[in-house]
């Protein structure tokens, strides 16, 4: 029994470790871009050797496709949080997307510009499209639309919002993004 327990933190312990180096990693591509990923860059950022990057990720693809995967699911979640919150409030949902629009583009700045270098690496990386496409994937299934085609040029209006508002000098404010956010789901309504 206490073998078990001692494997059992050990496995804790690497998987926090682990998390630890995601978050690291996606801090360096906050500052320097997807370029600036190295064992050492990683490993300074995290503050431990940089053989644990190599310990827990064999090769700096499988790094920043763990990156990859991070930043989708922690905008998924981000996204899931906000419609509950507003389906909870029963507030229009234009105000919801246009508030994380904002929040992405301003507070969040950094976050965005990291996940879309990431997401457009796979542009160039093949073995990366598939969870590149993840977040699209759970958006879509977030919900039945009767509006397919609506819904996916929605979501194409938003990553356009997104890609817009990172190179504005000042980012816009929810009350600036919400008519067109209003214009998109139009059609959807």
Same mark, same amino acid.
């Given at each position: 029994?206490?073998?078990?327990?001692?494997?059992?933190?050990?496995?804790?312990?690497? #998987?926090?470790?682990?998390?630890?180096?995601?978050?690291?990693?996606?801090?360096?591509?906050?500052? +320097?871009?997807?370029?600036?990923?190295?064992?050492?860059?990683?490993?300074?950022?995290?503050? $431990?050797?940089?053989?644990?990057?190599?310990?827990?990720?064999?090769?700096?693809?499988?790094?920043?496709?763990?990156?990859? =995967?991070?930043a989708a699911a922690d905008l998924v979640d981000r996204v899931? #949080?906000?419609? #509950?919150?507003?389906? $909870?409030?029963?507030?229009?949902?234009?105000?919801? =997307?246009?508030?994380?629009?904002?929040?992405?583009?301003?507070? @969040?700045?950094?976050?965005?510009?990291?996940?879309?270098?990431?997401?457009?690496?796979?542009?160039?990386?093949?073995?990366?499209?598939?969870?590149?496409?993840?977040?699209?994937?759970?958006?879509?299934?977030?919900?039945?639309?009767?509006? #397919?085609?609506?819904?996916?040029?929605?979501? +194409?209006?938003?990553?356009?919002?997104? +890609?817009?508002?990172?190179?504005?000098?000042?980012?816009?404010?929810?009350?600036?993004?919400?008519?067109?956010?209003?214009?998109?789901?139009?059609?959807? @309504?």
């Amino acid at each position: 029994m206490r073998t078990y327990r001692q494997v059992d933190g050990r496995r804790t312990r690497g #998987e926090r470790r682990r998390t630890e180096i995601i978050e690291a990693t996606l801090q360096v591509i906050e500052r +320097a871009g997807v370029s600036g990923v190295t064992h050492r860059s990683v490993a300074a950022a995290a503050g $431990i050797p940089p053989a644990s990057i190599t310990y827990h990720f064999g090769a700096l693809d499988d790094l920043l496709e763990a990156a990859l =995967v991070q930043a989708a699911a922690d905008l998924v979640d981000r996204v899931r #949080e906000l419609i #509950e919150s507003r389906r $909870i409030k029963g507030d229009d949902p234009a105000g919801a =997307v246009a508030e994380m629009l904002a929040e992405a583009l301003g507070p @969040r700045r950094a976050r965005t510009a990291a996940r879309y270098e990431l997401y457009l690496l796979a542009a160039r990386r093949p073995d990366l499209r598939p969870v590149a496409r993840l977040w699209l994937d759970v958006l879509t299934s977030l919900g039945r639309r009767p509006d #397919e085609v609506g819904f996916r040029a929605f979501l +194409a209006g938003i990553d356009g919002m997104l +890609a817009q508002g990172l190179i504005d000098d000042e980012p816009p404010t929810a009350a600036e993004l919400l008519p067109v956010v209003r214009h998109l789901l139009a059609p959807l @309504r």
